[in-house]
C-alpha cells in the first residue's frame, strides 16, 4: 500500500432500489443544508443561465499513456511533499490510489477488457461540478464555483465536519490530518491562479500524449463530440460529465465502459440538491436538520477546544524559555 495516498472507499452495497448507502447519506446531508436555507443550487435561482464563460478539461481517456506527469506537474505547481516512491515508479499502480492532502491528482491502472496488453490508465482529480454537491452541504460556505469552473475552498473556514466529503459523489474531498489546528479540506484547485493568470492548469501543460484538453467548456463539449463522429468505432457515444449531475467542468472520453475506469455509471443528470425535493417532504425535520445543527457545534466547539489547547500549549513553551 503507497503511504502516500489512500485507497478509494470500499463498494458500497447497492439497497433494493440501486441507491447506495453514500448515496442515502449524502441525499440526507444535502436535505439537511436545503432544510437549513443553506446554499441552493445556482440553478434553482431563476437568473441562472449555466456558466456560460466556464472553463472546463476534455479528458481522452483513449490517450493517456499513465506516464503521471500530470501527478508531479501537480505537485510541484501546488509545493506538495515528495511522495515516497518516485514519479517514474510503477509499482504504484499496483494499488488504487485516491487523492490526498499530499497528492490533489493521481494516475490509477486499471484491467482493458478488449487487449489485455494495453492496460487503462485515468487520472483521479476533482470533477469541478457545475452545481457542486459538496458546497451545497458545506454547512459555513466554505466552497465557492467561480465563473471560470473552478469549486475552491476556503480552509479558514473548514471546521472539519467532513459534509462535503460524504456528499461529493466522486468521493473527491480530503482531510489534512496533519494540520496543527485541526484537519482541514484539501482537494485539486483546477490551478485557479494559473487560468486567472492565462497559464494552462499545470497537469495539463505537462501531459505529454493529448489525453487533457484545456478549454471553454462548451468548446470541449463540441469537440468531444466531434471526435466521436469521426471515431464511432473508437469511443462510446458519451461524454461522461456533460450531464452527469448536472453537469461538470472535467469530462472524459472513453472507448469503453466508463465504470472500466472505476468511475460511478449511475449518477443521476439531475444536481443531487434536486433529488432531495420529494426527500424533504417525506422525512421529519428533526432527522435531516438537527444533526447538521449539532455537528456545526459540534465542530465549533471542538475547533475552540484545539485552538485554545494550541494557544496554552504555546504560552507554556514561551515561560519555559
Ligand atoms: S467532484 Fe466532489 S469535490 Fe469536486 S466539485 Fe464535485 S462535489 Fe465538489
Ligand atoms: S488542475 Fe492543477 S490542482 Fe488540479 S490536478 Fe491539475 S495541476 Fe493539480
Ligand atoms: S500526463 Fe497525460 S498521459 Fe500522462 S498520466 Fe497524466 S493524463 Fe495520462
Known amino acids: 500500500m503507497n503511504d502516500d495516498t489512500p485507497a478509494p472507499p470500499p463498494q458500497e452495497q447497492n439497497t433494493r432500489r440501486g ?9 440526507s446531508l444535502l436535505a439537511g443544508s436545503a432544510a437549513l436555507g443553506l446554499p441552493r443550487p445556482a440553478s434553482a435561482r431563476p437568473e441562472f443561465s449555466g456558466w456560460p464563460k466556464s472553463y472546463g478539461m476534455l479528458v481522452d481517456l483513449t490517450l493517456c499513456v499513465g506516464c503521471r506527469s500530470c501527478e508531479q506537474a ?21 494499488e488504487k490510489r485516491w487523492p490526498s492532502a499530499k497528492a490533489y491528482t493521481v494516475v490509477n491502472r486499471y484491467p482493458n477488457p478488449t487487449n489485455k496488453e494495453h492496460p487503462l490508465f485515468r487520472k ?3 470533477n469541478h461540478c457545475l452545481e457542486p454537491a459538496c458546497a451545497t452541504a458545506c454547512p459555513i460556505k466554505a466552497y465557492t464555483k467561480t465563473e471560470q469552473g473552478a469549486v475552491i475552498y476556503n480552509e479558514d473556514l473548514c471546521f472539519g465536519c467532513r459534509y462535503c466529503v460524504i456528499a461529493c459523489p466522486f468521493n473527491i474531498p480530503g482531510y489534512d490530518y ?44 463540441k469537440m468531444a463530440h466531434k471526435r466521436i463522429m469521426e471515431n464511432p468505432k473508437k469511443y462510446i457515444d458519451h461524454v461522461y460529465g456533460e450531464r452527469e449531475v448536472g453537469g461538470t467542468s472535467w469530462m472524459y472520453l472513453s472507448g469503453v465502459p466508463f465504470e472500466q475506469y472505476g468511475l460511478p455509471g449511475n449518477l443521476p443528470k439531475k444536481p443531487l440538491i434536486e433529488l432531495t425535493e420529494g426527500y424533504l417532504s417525506s422525512v421529519p425535520v428533526i432527522f435531516t436538520t438537527f444533526p447538521a445543527i449539532f455537528g456545526m457545534l459540534y465542530a465549533a466547539l471542538h475547533k475552540k477546544e484545539k485552538k485554545n489547547e494550541h494557544s496554552s500549549r504555546e504560552v507554556n513553551h514561551e515561560q519555559e524559555r
Open 19 to 27: 441507491i447506495t448507502r453514500r448515496r442515502l447519506l449524502s441525499l
Open 74 to 94: 501537480c505537485n510541484e505547481a501546488n509545493h506538495l511533499p515528495k511522495p515516497a516512491k518516485p514519479f517514474d515508479d510503477d509499482g504504484v499502480f499496483n
Open 124 to 126: 483521479i482529480q476533482c
Open 178 to 221: 496533519e494540520s496543527p489546528l485541526e484537519a482541514k479540506i484539501v482537494k485539486c484547485t483546477f490551478c485557479n491562479t494559473r487560468i486567472a493568470k492565462n497559464e494552462l492548469p499545470a497537469c495539463a501543460a505537462a501531459c505529454p500524449s493529448g489525453a487533457l484538453t484545456f478549454g471553454k467548456r462548451t468548446d470541449l463539449i
